[in-house]
């Protein structure tokens, strides 16, 4: 959805020499992008991610954090930072990306949630790891970015509490508790849809933010 989405906002007819996907974990993001580039460079600062990531032939992948992606001696046409951005330290990783990036590149960054009623008080049973961003298209604007669009999607979708559980479980911050206190995690996630059976589905929201951002 957001590479379609991305080509044609940008009308793009012809494939870009290079894509930079940060924080490209196992290659989710690498492989779907990797249509749109001759060549794709994948970076992650975890080796453990990289080791599973899904490759491809104009694919490769290095060890590297968003902060110092001007160290990988690269100019993209294309960055892109999918379920990955809110972990970096944004203005280092704004600074350097409008550095190495060609003149009149983009910068794509994408997010995804599900939402529920049921599932409203979940910043406050498991608060969220990294810093909650604010201000971003001012910020982006600052350090040498013209926003060219904020695109959301949202749209309804069924599962079964048993494979939202699922998914819940996989969310960092509810990592983050059943760690410290794997008890009162799940005393905690056991409290959402508790009146449901586990196959029975659920009509939730599914959305989604495209940043598209420029090189000014
Ligand atoms: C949810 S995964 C996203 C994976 C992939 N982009 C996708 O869309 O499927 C987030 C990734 O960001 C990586 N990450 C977090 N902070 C990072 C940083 N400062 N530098 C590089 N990678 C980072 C994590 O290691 C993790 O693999």
């Known amino acids: 959805m957001v590479v379609s989405k991305v080509v044609n906002y940008l009308q793009l007819a012809q494939p870009l020499d290079?894509?930079?996907?940060?924080?490209?974990?196992?290659?989710?993001?690498?492989?779907?992008?990797?249509?749109?580039?001759?060549?794709?460079?994948?970076?992650?600062?975890?080796?453990?991610?990289?080791?599973?990531?899904?490759?491809?032939?104009?694919?490769?992948?290095?060890?590297?954090?968003?902060?110092?992606?001007?160290?990988?001696?690269?100019?993209?046409?294309?960055?892109?930072?999918?379920?990955?951005?809110?972990?970096?330290?944004?203005?280092i990783f704004l600074k350097k990306s409008q550095q190495i990036l060609k003149e009149g590149g983009t910068l794509i960054i994408f997010t995804h949630a599900i939402n529920h009623s049921e599932l409203a008080e979940m910043d406050k049973d498991f608060p969220q790891p990294f810093p909650v961003q604010t201000k971003f298209k001012e910020e982006a604007e600052i350090l040498g970015f013209t926003q060219l669009d904020l695109l959301v999607t949202k749209e309804t979708i069924r599962r079964s509490k048993q494979d939202i559980i699922n998914h819940l479980r996989t969310l960092s911050s509810v990592e983050k508790e059943f760690q410290s206190d794997p008890k009162l995690a799940?005393?905690?996630?056991?409290?959402?849809?508790?009146?449901?059976?586990?196959?029975?589905?659920?009509e939730l929201t599914s959305s989604s933010q495209i940043w598209l951002l420029k090189k000014t």
């Open 18 to 91: 290079l894509i930079l996907d940060v924080g490209c974990g196992t290659g989710h993001s690498t492989q779907a992008f990797a249509a749109l580039a001759k060549n794709i460079v994948g970076v992650d600062h975890s080796k453990a991610m990289l080791s599973l990531a899904l490759s491809g032939d104009n694919i490769r992948y290095e060890v590297q954090s968003a902060e110092d992606i001007d160290q990988l001696g690269i100019r993209p046409n294309m960055i892109i930072a999918g379920q990955s951005f809110h972990w970096f330290n944004r203005r």
């Open 186 to 202: 799940a005393s905690k996630l056991g409290r959402y849809f508790f009146n449901v059976q586990d196959q029975e589905e659920i």
